[in-house]
């Protein structure tokens, strides 16, 4: 019996449900992989990593390490019995360097000791021969050497030379866009107990506990089958922990099958910081074509994107990039290309967006030159190119845009930040304020939800209903923080009727859901949701029947309604039922399955469908900058996001505000700094300075589009909020790029810099005065 997701009177979703481990987080009574009771002959590991960008390796001898107290064991590429390769797509990725080093800090071994201290001692004792080599180190210096480590990407649409040429203004810009280290709170961390029979079960910290195993299962030689993956939360991921995660498994189940003991590797911050992967950092150039009212009528821009030693993810993420260059924008003429720059750095990763907030930003920028040097309203120039409700536009990918929500959005929060008002107060204020100078600014968002590949749109899940009536929950999911769990038992609660207390949680595990997806590009709660929705609604149709058949009546009759099914006005609890359920010999139990629908793509052309929807938001940005210091500060944020029909609006909610810091942190403070040597030097929170309490808004207003369900067929209507949010804090550095452009003569676009430094801010007020002067 299928329960109507359209139409369902909702009890259980919808609520505001705390996250389940909140009381835990806040008391320190979660536990974490470090805090496991550790087995006895528990060995402590770490990695021994190259200390130089480039070189070849001649040799690596461990012998002294070896000798020093509690040492047990050390291992390198040569002592692998499988494949040292833990490429995620691509094949070419060695889990240790063998006959090359190509970044500072890539792993060349691992040593393992009775204790932590001994292990870190050990690992700097082990000394390594490597010939140095000049290492490639600038994005447009590998490019224009033809350093990459995949072919380009290129999407086009329509004649865009024929509408540059043909366009009243052109238009030619360049963006710098950094890169951003996921600084989770937990950093990398795995626990590896040998078996009997070469089993190995490992706890990893990680995203995507399939693509452990199975890289596990190759290191070692063996079969996936043998290796069992458990995840019951991580301090944070952030898409650090989806394919990156695998290093550190590998490492610790290669010296757990050296030693047959058990072996733990955590990485200090300094090496997790180091030795994996982060957002990328890319260069954007552009040339658009526009009329004299704004509207763009052909974009032509080039990413360079640093991929660093190995391609890991930066072809998918190189495709969103692309795929969200339009943004909210119609533009009939496109040529968007994507090269992945091979250098002599960490090999970057996914990061909370996968590459949509470098398009967005870059598109964002665009709009705000061509504003600015036409003389126009930012916002109006938007209005002008959004997509039309009802104009069956299409993306340059050739996916018609669903559920157009930009005008909604965008009026509503350009009404509730009251824009007109500080508007006027903030020019009144800059006219009269030569030092501390406001900005302004609002910007909308368009975000594709779905796996680029679509074979990963899929999930599963396991429920069993115990006899008592309580819930057993298991899905492909991992809970990073972000309340994933949560809301899955609130769509089972919701399912059968039951309060949330009935629905244990339990551990993600490779043995119970097998073959599932990362964790990843927002799609959690509609991958997993919808799986365990149809696990749970599989159960309660078999235990409908057998209620039809107790009361005598059809089935059609029975109604789960507050912990009880009823028949007219006779009902049992659904504890009774489960109990007769079982007596009846009727299966209580399900392995539910859910595979996106009407998602295509053509990873060659470009084109397709990629995603099953679009979200939609929109923010208004105040800031104040002082002009002597470069500082900057944010005074006033206004957020409006589209979730559908939320599952749980107090973590979405939650998820808004954590994301928008997040992306405040990338584009005004966090910075990565490598040396002339290839090493990266900000390894820490003393030198890598994230977003702090003081940073937040001082007046930050978030809400959720209400009476919006989602048009498609989402587990109850809800929509994606994981990533989304963090492109709205484009606004932030959209309004410092404000601030900066009234120390200048009006109709100069300010050269900017993200992140949004004392110091980057500083050399665009520089920039634009001088180029003020110029004019004069």
């Given amino acids: 019996m299928n329960v109507d997701i359209r139409s369902v009177q909702r009890s259980v979703v919808g609520r505001g449900l705390a996250h389940d481990s909140a009381a835990k987080h806040v008391s320190g009574e979660a536990s974490y992989i470090d805090d496991m009771a550790e087995l006895p002959g528990t060995l402590h590991a770490a990695l021994v990593v190259s200390p130089v960008a480039h070189g070849r390796l001649k040799g690596i001898d461990a012998s002294k390490a070896l000798a020093m107290p509690g040492v047990a064991a ?21 889990l240790f360097a063998e006959e090359v080093v190509e970044y500072a800090g890539m792993p060349v071994g691992a040593i393992a000791a009775e204790t932590y201290e001994q292990a870190l001692r050990a690992s700097r004792a082990v000394a390594l021969d490597i010939e140095e080599l000049e290492p490639v180190l600038d994005i447009e210096a590998a490019h224009a050497a033809g350093s990459h480590v995949i072919d380009p990407q290129i999407l086009v649409e329509g004649d865009v030379d024929a509408a540059l040429a043909g366009a009243e203004r052109v238009l030619e810009g360049r963006l710098e866009i950094g890169g951003q280290d996921h600084f989770y709170l937990e950093t990398h961390i795995a626990y590896a107990i040998p078996g009997e029979d070469g089993d190995l079960t490992i706890h990893s910290s990680t995203q995507h506990p399939t693509e452990v195993q199975h890289h596990v299962a190759h290191v070692l030689g063996g079969l996936a089958n043998a290796v069992d993956v458990f995840t019951r939360r991580m301090g944070g991921g952030f898409g650090g922990k989806e394919s990156q995660a695998t290093i550190i498994a590998a490492a610790a189940a290669l010296l757990a099958r050296r030693t047959g003991r058990p072996v733990k590797l955590r990485l200090k911050r300094s090496v997790d910081m180091t030795a994996t992967g982060k957002r990328h950092d890319m260069v954007a150039k552009w040339k658009v074509g526009v009329d004299g009212n704004g509207r763009i009528r052909g974009l032509d821009i080039e990413y360079l994107a640093r991929a660093g030693n190995t391609p890991d993810l930066t072809g998918p993420v190189i495709t969103r990039t692309l795929t969200h260059s339009d943004n909210s924008y119609f533009i009939p003429a496109v040529r968007f290309a994507g090269h992945a720059c091979k250098t002599n750095t960490v090999s970057n990763t996914a990061f909370r967006g996968f590459g949509g907030p470098q398009g967005i930003i870059t598109i964002e920028a665009i709009i705000d030159q061509v504003a600015r040097e036409l003389r126009l309203d930012p916002n109006v120039v938007r209005a002008l190119n959004y997509y039309g409700p009802e104009t069956g536009e299409v ?19 350009l009404a509730s930040a009251e824009w007109a008002r500080r508007r006027a107060e903030i020019d009144e204020h800059n006219a009269k304020n030569p030092v501390l100078r406001r900005g302004l600014a609002m910007m909308p968002v368009k975000f594709g939800i779905s796996f680029n590949l679509t074979s990963l749109n899929q999930a599963g ?4 209903v115990y006899q008592d009536g309580s819930v057993h929950l298991n899905h ?7 309340g994933l769990f949560m809301k899955v038992a609130q769509v089972v609660a919701e399912v059968f009727q039951v309060d949330i207390d009935r629905i244990k949680i339990t551990a993600t595990a490779t043995g119970k859901v097998p073959n599932t997806s990362a964790t990843a590009a927002s799609t959690g709660s509609d991958l997993n949701g919808m799986a365990a929705y149809n696990a749970a609604t599989a159960i309660r149709g078999r235990m409908a029947k057998v209620a039809a058949e107790h009361f005598e009546v059809p089935v059609e009759e029975i109604v789960f309604r507050e912990g009880r099914v009823h028949a007219g006005n006779r009902s049992v609890s659904f504890g009774e039922l489960a109990k007769m359920t079982w007596a009846a010999r009727v299966q209580l139990s399900e392995a539910g399955y859910y595979a996106t629908p009407k998602i295509h793509w053509d990873g060659k052309t470009l084109k397709g469908r990629p995603f099953f929807y679009f979200t939609y938001g929109a923010a208004v940005a105040e800031v104040a900058v002082d002009t002597l210091t470069g500082e900057s500060r944010c005074l006033r944020a206004d957020l409006l996001q589209d979730c559908g029909a939320s599952l749980n609006p107090a973590i979405d909610l939650g998820q808004i505000e954590g994301a928008f810091v997040q992306g405040m942190g990338w584009l005004t403070c966090e910075e990565l700094w ?3 040597r290839g090493r990266l030097r900000t390894v820490g929170p003393s030198t890598y300075k994230i977003p702090g309490s003081r940073d937040v808004p001082r007046e930050f207003n978030v809400s959720l589009l209400e009476n919006a369900p989602n048009t498609e067929e989402t587990v109850y209507r809800s929509k994606a909020v994981g990533e989304p949010p963090l492109m709205l804090a484009v ?7 404000d601030a900066v452009a009234s120390c200048g003569a009006p109709g100069l676009s300010p050269q900017l810099k993200a992140p949004a430094t004392p110091e980057h801010v500083l050399e665009a007020i520089e920039d634009i005065r001088a180029r003020s002067g110029s004019l004069t």
């Fill in 74 to 94: 050390f291992v390198a590429a040569g002592d692998i019995p499988g494949a040292n390769d833990i490429g995620p797509i691509m094949s070419g990725e060695p």
């Fill in 395 to 413: 993306t340059p990918y050739g996916q018609a845009v669903g559920q157009n929500r930009l005008v909604e959005v965008t009026e509503a929060v």
């Fill in 461 to 464: 899940a396991l429920v069993h």
């Fill in 476 to 482: 492909g999911g991992t809970e990073m923080g972000q």
């Fill in 674 to 676: 490598w040396d002339d």
């Fill in 731 to 737: 606004s932030v550095w959209l309004a410092i790029r």
